[in-house]
């Protein structure tokens, strides 16, 4: 009842305003018509004040110009993005009541499926406040892709950052941090699953649910200091979001890329059809350039 009575008295106050509106305007549109009738018969032998008038014309015209086109520019930059399914750059989460990245991922990665290309993943998801570390502690399972400790990627991308506390040492250092806390994951009946690659790492992708999570790894920079790009597949035949997905697809199918036995410590290398073939085991005591990785 209160409610009805809300809703009919508001309704009653938007008609007294309307009318009071509609009997306002023709006198205030009179009393303009005889001020501007006044006023022009004053200004209009004024030479200097027409100059004025007509720069300030050609001012505004021109800012509306300019206004108007970077308009129409923005709306087709904004339908190409939309085409490629891109969602938001994180320089503006948060803007106009959007989700920030971390939200979104938690949100998709929880009870979900991940996929994960990093260098070191300490600061994407072993790290207690890793983007990722709540996400690959809820998924359903995960298929994770680190560098190698022992391969030639770890040192380059070592040397590539001229910071000189990042050493070949603490690539390493952070690699195994990241494969211990995969191991307390599975062994807590998490299904989770590791393959070491050993190139330069080239792109940093985290696939969560509907959403691809891109940054790119720049020679001489932190990862974290890049911009990331959000990619949905809800987008026009999925947009960019499916070469991704099948980027990493490709790329954890390569035979050349072993997969990290979690449980026993172990290499183990496939073949195309994903048939084991061998396995190595890993040696990471003393870990140095000289030594190798797998011992068969």
Known sequence: MTKNLAHISEHI???????????????????LARNLLSFWTVIENEKMFLVSLEICTAVM?????NYIRQGWEARSLARLATRVGLVQESSFRALLGRKPTSKLKMAQGG??????????GL??????????HHAVRNCRQAKIMLLNPRGE???????????PEITPEIIRDQIMESINFLKELKAGQKNIRLKLYPDMPLLKLAI?????????????????KMPEYVFSSDSIHGGLYLPLYRYFLSQWNDPDIPEYDLDTDELVF?????REIRRGQVE?????????VVSS
């Open 123 to 132: 600061h994407t998801f072993a790290a207690p406040d890793g983007e990722l």
């Open 111 to 120: 009870a979900g499926d991940i996929m994960i290309i990093g260098s070191t």
């Open 153 to 163: 990627g770890a040192v380059a991308r070592a040397k590539s950052i001229p910071d």
């Open 61 to 65: 015209l021109i800012i509306s110009f």
């Open 270 to 274: 496939r073949d195309k059809a994903g």
């Open 284 to 292: 990471w005591s003393g870990l140095s350039d000289n030594k190798e």
């Open 13 to 31: 106050i938007v008609l007294l305003m309307s009318a009071a509106i509609a009997l306002f305007i023709p006198h205030m549109l009179s009393a």
């Open 208 to 224: 969560l649910g509907d959403y691809a999570f891109l940054r790119h790894y720049h020679v001489g920079l932190n990862v974290r």
